[in-house]
């Protein structure tokens, strides 16, 4: 029995490939992804395929969440961000399953690698700023000096706000790594010190553990609605600029 | 001491921002219940700018995290 809380993070080659010494291999990780894309991708065409006026019991599933971001996208970007709605969807839905099938048993949490929440973070903040420029020209620079202030504060303010800028990609890719990562471990060490105590004194570390899934579960749920409610809060830079 | 320890000491150091977060985010999410309890009908409005700022506050200690983790695994 692996008794490492981190063994959980370990990826593993399902089928070993390798094209001219480079690691193809087919991992756990690509696994999850791909049943991620899947899962995600039926929920949304399945139900659809029959969609009737009055949605039926299946085609609520579809209609609730899309119904969810394309309010979030219209009061956090604006009406004329709808264009960014498939964007947002799609990110929504990639983080929450990935999120969420991590919680199932010996499954594999995706976004607790930070090279992935670190490739959804930097293509988030590429966007913003590619379509910033394409939107404002050149004009987009002045993100980092709001006008209307005394001039001295500039030299401090124009710093600050580049640096926070950059940051963007940091912030949205460790936050949603390290809340994985470390809700995860704790699940497992709890469950360890359920093994070490036996069976009846082993039943209050359960306990715990199965309070702390619940919490986890919110987590899941929270910090998919908190990537997307970041990515809208940053795209509304590059729609509207603020004078 | 040696180089190894204060390294680790400093990364433990680097982590003291967690205090004001701490602080910071518990008063983020008691404002929240005040502002619901006030007026239940903003609840939805509220929450989200609640989030937003529980997001930007959690970013102080995401940097902390991110500079010990650079003095445990990159400075030599």
């Known amino acids: 029995m692996a008794t490492n809380p981190l063994h959980q993070f370990e990826i593993i080659p399902l089928v070993p490939f390798k094209v001219a010494g480079l690691n193809l291999a087919f991992t756990n990780s690509a696994l999850l992804m791909i049943l991620t894309v899947l899962i995600s991708a039926a929920l949304m065409i399945i139900p659809m395929r029959r969609a009737a006026i009055i949605p039926g019991r299946w085609q609520n599933i579809p209609e609730l969440f899309y119904e969810f971001i394309q309010g979030l996208v219209r009061d956090v970007i604006g009406p004329s961000g709808m264009r960014y709605l498939p964007l947002v969807f799609t990110l929504f839905m990639i983080v929450l399953l990935g999120n969420l099938l991590g919680m199932l048993p010996y499954s594999f949490t995706i976004t607790s690698h930070i090279i992935v929440t670190a490739a959804l973070g930097v293509g988030v903040f590429l966007i913003v700023t590619v379509m910033g420029f394409v939107n404002h020209g050149w004009h987009f620079l ?6 209307g202030l005394p001039k001295f504060i500039y030299l401090i303010l124009i710093p600050i706000e580049i640096i926070s800028f950059l940051s963007r990609p940091i912030t949205l890719a460790v936050r949603l790594c390290a809340n994985m990562t470390a809700g995860h471990t704790v699940l497992k060490v709890f469950a360890l010190f359920s093994v070490q105590m036996g069976i009846i004194m082993g039943l209050g570390p359960m306990i715990m553990n199965s309070m702390i899934v619940a ?12 990537f ?8 509304k830079d590059s729609v509207e600029l603020h004078h | 001491m040696e180089v190894n320890t204060a390294k680790l000491l400093a990364a433990a150091l680097a982590l003291l921002p967690l205090f004001g977060v701490g602080l910071g985010l518990g008063k983020i999410f008691s404002a929240f219940i005040e502002a619901v309890g006030r007026n239940p009908g903003a609840k939805k409005d509220v ?3 609640g989030l937003i700022g529980a997001a930007m506050t959690e970013s102080i200690a995401i940097f902390a995290l991110v500079v010990s983790l650079i003095l445990i695994f990159v400075v030599k």
């Open chain 1, 228 to 235: 997307t409610i970041l990515t809208c809060v940053y795209l």
């Open chain 1, 142 to 147: 002045s993100l980092f000096a709001p006008s």
């Open chain 1, 215 to 226: 919490l986890e579960l919110l987590v899941a749920v929270l910090q998919a609605y908190i």
């Open chain 2, 47 to 49: 929450f989200q700018i």
